[in-house]
T-cell receptor, first 117, second 116 residues
Framework: NAGVMQNPRHLVRRRGQEARLRCSPM?????VYWYRQLPEEGLKFMVY????????ESGMPKERFSAEFPKEGPSILRIQQVVRGDSAAYFC???????????????FGPGTRLTVL | AQTVTQSQPEMSVQEAETVTLSCTYD???????LFWYKQPPSRQMILVIR??????QNATENRFSVNFQKAAKSFSLKISDSQLGDAAMYFC?????????????FGKGTKLTVNP
């Protein structure tokens, strides 16, 4: 069973360009989370999605950032008009459907390191 | 809002010795989970250990154990018989219990060096 897949692993963009980060959750997982890790910092929550729904976007910057998790295909984190401050590692995590279990572990992907020149 | 504080930016330990990493948190919730994650140089986030707030017994996983003090809102990680492969960043994390957003709140991390 493949783990959480993220691509690309490394992405270089110039200021003003768009960045698209993709996340394929583990098989059977319908919850996806995106986190950002700035240099020398811990991970910070950005957004929590279920299939076709944004559940919690309290950590998303108000402008330039968007996320989706369509019925088919990977989850996409999109950053428009990137700036140098967007340089960071972006991690995706997935978890299974919430049900009777009170706890669902989040399994992390390897991250995408975004560098903005 | 919940916060997680790791007051030790760096720690070091001799191989085969024991080290304790500190973590405190702030929450008004009564139902929550606490975690320790390991991030080696590969940057992959690896779950080390988990503690449910409703459990009084401290969690253990092989050489890793926690000291969970709910009243003090303290959650430290003890690594026994340290190995070179334990060298990594360690992050303490918090998550609300059932019924809320399942997002994780992380501390800033502690860099652990293991000396041979």
């Amino acid at each position: 069973n493949a783990g959480v897949m993220q691509n690309p692993r490394h992405l270089v963009r110039r200021r003003g360009q768009e960045a698209r980060l993709r996340c394929s959750p583990m098989k059977g997982h319908s919850h996806v989370y995106w986190y950002r890790q700035l240099p020398e910092e811990g991970l910070k929550f950005m957004v929590y999605l279920q299939k076709e729904n944004i559940i919690d976007e309290s950590g998303m910057p108000k402008e330039r950032f968007s996320a989706e998790f369509p019925k088919e295909g990977p989850s996409i984190l999109r950053i428009q008009q990137v700036v140098r401050g967007d340089s960071a590692a972006y991690f995706c995590a997935s978890s299974p459907i919430s049900g009777l279990a009170t706890y669902n572990e989040q399994f992390f992907g390897p991250g995408t390191r975004l560098t903005v020149l | 809002a919940q916060t997680v504080t790791q007051s030790q930016p760096e720690m070091s330990v001799q191989e085969a010795e024991t080290v304790t990493l500190s973590c405190t948190y702030d929450t008004s919730e009564s139902d929550y989970y606490l975690f320790w994650y390991k991030q080696p140089p590969s940057r992959q986030m690896i779950l080390v250990i988990r503690q449910e707030a409703y459990k009084q017994q401290n969690a253990t996983e092989n050489r890793f154990s926690v000291n969970f003090q709910k009243a003090a809102k303290s959650f430290s990680l003890k690594i026994s018989d340290s190995q070179l492969g334990d060298a990594a960043m360690y992050f303490c994390a918090y998550r609300r219990g059932q019924g809320g957003s399942e997002k994780l709140v992380f501390g800033k991390g502690t860099k652990l060096t293991v000396n041979p």
